[in-house]
């Protein structure tokens, strides 16, 4: 692990002889500094990191996925993600015309689909595939990786670059058995994610990408995931807004108030 | 020839002389020839229903499908779909075609008031599937609201029925369910998650192993559901000649086109084969002890006649009957042994096989849920062979007691050995 001392010293060019000429240089780099946490990065630290910028308490984004499917032809969805406090989430689907009016709720383990020429909502499975793409439901409405895994700092994956971090899942809803995720070391943004299946099968494989402020909130802009059960699939999804200033009403996170 | 006249009634006297150690070997002969011949024909009706239940309820006896779709299965194959009716019109019009039926196989979900559960689906048109497959019908429990029997009155049929198996409907009614219709849903040809509600009117056993969690649904709601509408993506089809197979495959692909791929029922369930080469494995190790028992039964008593008769056959070489002769008697007496257990065993065997095969047995099958009639039968050509080797083998196994016999110094074998 890189001190405190040593990491500004390095960002510096570590130039300095003389005590005086070190010690101010020295202040303006801890204050420079993101934040302690990567400093003296710990797994706790780092997926807290993680979960701040991926799944901020509220937060509504627009995003837009494109599913690369094995013929070599593109689905191109796009919709609205809200979020509110720990557990709740709500996608609305506006487009393509075929799923448009189609909803998703989370309300802590349960995950519900709302089809609207059924006029009902029908429970689903985190697991699932995330329309037919190569996410699956619970990567788009399940982003807490600090209740649903226990983390620890792996060396051995470790790049001059990035943290890795191997995460173990602590309850079956999670999304992944295991993950490994690779956050850089200069500010804590992930990178890169591998995810595993229950025989220690690699089943998708991310990459964050575009990384870029929102507002308050710098995250990646854009997440590749790729089936690496089948590679010629693989889905993007982009975050075309977000913000966190907002705190939805309680009331939109319930099964009655889908299809309104 | 005269001779060898003579000696065979040589033979058939001395065969009859010791009736009750004759009455002992022939008892083992047709007990094991008579086992072998009723597990063969046990087996053989057995393998027959396993092959009509797999054929005439759930195969058909050849299917069509766009070219890859079999080695495809797990990626998307509903994007290998094609017109319905143009190419069902085409296979109909092939010589030796009986009946086509259009299917649409897809991965879903079935939703339950607070229930969902993964299931396969077929996707049928009720009123062509069952003349392929008609098995099928005695294994749907539905009142007639899903599948009704050629010429039955289609009046009770619901537009939106399923059905499901006895397991997956057990699991769906595991919780006490929220009123309301169950909902089907499954990606659509664009992977779109896409809805239909459904009835489910009843149930369905399996007749094979594998996958319990099966739906099946009429072929029109499917193709809303996955907007496909007038496409599917399998053609099963039965034949009038099972044995014609070949020929009608041959002639189907031509019809067709190198765009589609078509298979046999044994390519499509190629477990059925497995299981058929395990039986016969199984049964010819059993045969193989049977046949080697009594004919080591056969051994035993010849052996015995030669020490028995060591004084008598002292007394023909004494005579001047040749070693070679004594051979050939006492080769005779077990083949004529041999052949009479086994004409007695086949009569016996056939016998029983016969009965069982009128009066018919209910066995489970390997992988079904509900027990099959069975009507065992044997071939002739066993048959004959089940005798002959019996009788070959009895020779073959007193070779050893002959030998023995005309090794005997007439000396000391007229002095009683």
């Known amino acids: 692990m890189v001190s405190p001392e040593r990491f500004a010293s390095r960002r510096l060019g570590g130039g300095a002889e003389c005590a005086a000429r ?17 400093a003296q990065a710990t797994a706790e630290s780092l997926l807290r990191q993680y979960d701040g ?6 937060f509504e984004a627009k995003t837009r996925m494109i599913a690369h499917r094995d013929d070599g032809t593109t689905r191109d969805y796009t919709m609205k993600v809200t979020k509110k406090g720990d557990d709740k989430f709500r996608v609305q689907f506006q487009a393509p015309s075929a799923v448009a009016g189609q909803e998703m709720l989370r309300v802590g383990d349960n995950l519900w689909v709302y089809m609207p020429n059924l006029k009902r909502a029908v429970r689903l499975a985190n697991r699932d595939s995330f329309q037919g793409g190569d996410f699956n439901n619970a990567d788009v409405l399940r982003v807490n990786y600090q209740r649903d895994y226990d983390g ?35 500010d804590g943004q992930p990178i890169k994610g591998e995810y595993f299946g229950a025989s220690g099968k690699l089943m998708r494989a991310a990459e964050f990408k575009d990384h870029k402020a929102f507002g308050g909130l710098t995250r990646p802009g854009k997440i590749v995931m790729r089936n690496m059960l089948n590679l010629k699939r693989f889905s993007e999804m982009e975050w075309q807004a977000l913000r966190t200033d907002v705190d939805p009403p309680a009331a939109r996170f319930v099964l009655d108030d889908l299809g309104k | 020839m005269m001779k060898a006249l003579s000696l065979a009634k040589i033979a058939a006297r001395n065969v009859l002389r010791n009736q009750r150690r004759t009455a002992i070997t022939l008892a083992a002969l047709v007990l094991g020839v008579g086992v072998m011949i009723t597990v063969r024909g046990l087996l ?23 070219k890859g779709y079999l080695k495809n299965v797990l990626a998307s194959p509903l994007t290998l779909d094609f017109e319905d009716a143009p190419l069902r019109a085409k296979v109909a019009a092939v010589a030796g075609v009986k009946a086509v039926a259009p299917r649409i196989l897809f991965p879903g979900m079935i939703s339950l008031g607070d229930e969902t559960i993964f299931l396969l689906n077929q996707a049928v048109d009720p009123a062509l599937e069952f003349e392929v497959c008609p098995n099928r019908l005695t294994l749907i429990v539905d009142g ?13 049929q619901v537009a939106d029925a399923m059905v499901v198996t006895v397991e997956l409907d057990k699991a769906l009614r595991a919780k006490p369910a929220a009123a309301g219709p169950a909902a089907l849903l499954a990606p659509d040809r664009d992977g779109t998650l896409s809805g239909e509600n459904v009835s489910l009117v009843g149930t369905m056993q399996l007749n094979s192993p594998g996958e319990r969690k099966i739906g099946m649904v009429r072929l029109d709601v499917a193709q809303r559901l996955l907007k496909l509408e007038g496409r599917v993506t399998e053609l099963v089809i039965d034949v009038h000649e099972i044995e014609a197979i070949p020929e009608v495959v041959a002639a189907i692909q031509a019809a067709v086109g190198p765009e589609f791929e078509v298979h046999t029922w044994e390519q499509v369930a190629p477990f059925v084969v497995d299981i058929r080469a395990r039986q016969n494995a199984v049964l010819q190790i059993v045969a193989t002890v049977f046949l080697l028992l009594m004919l080591l039964g056969v051994a035993n008593t010849m052996l015995m006649s030669v020490l028995d008769r060591t004084r008598e056959i ?5 005579i001047g009957v040749r070693r070679r002769t004594i051979v050939g008697l ?40 509900v027990p099959t009639m069975v009507r065992p039968f044997i071939g002739s050509g066993y048959l004959v062979g089940v005798v002959l080797l019996a ?12 030998w023995r016999a005309s090794r005997l110094r007439p000396v000391q074998a007229l002095a009683g050995g």
């Open chain 1, 22 to 38: 070190l010690l101010v240089p020295m202040f303006v780099a801890f204050a420079l500094l993101p934040s302690p946490a990567v």
């Open chain 1, 53 to 58: 910028a991926m799944g901020p308490v509220n």
């Open chain 1, 152 to 186: 620890k700092l792996e060396p051995s994956c470790t790049t001059a670059e990035a943290h890795c971090l191997d995460l173990t899942a602590k309850t079956k809803s999670a999304s992944y058995d295991r993950v490994r995720l690779w956050l850089r070391k200069s």
């Open chain 2, 44 to 66: 053989n009706g057995l393998q027959y229903s396993l092959v009509d239940g797999v054929v005439h309820g759930q195969t058909g006896a050849i299917q069509v499908h766009r």
């Open chain 2, 144 to 156: 007639g609201k899903f599948a009704s029997a050629k010429g039955a009155p289609a009046k009770a």
């Open chain 2, 314 to 318: 002292g007394t023909m070489m004494a």
């Open chain 2, 330 to 369: 006492f080769l005779l007496e077990a083949t004529l042994i041999g052949a009479l257990g086994g004409l007695l065993g086949g009569a016996v065997g056939a016998g029983m096989t016969a009965w069982l095969g009128a009066r018919g047995l209910q066995i489970p099958l390997p992988g079904s849920s």
């Open chain 2, 391 to 402: 009788t070959a083998g009895a020779l073959v196994f007193a070779l050893y007691p002959a």
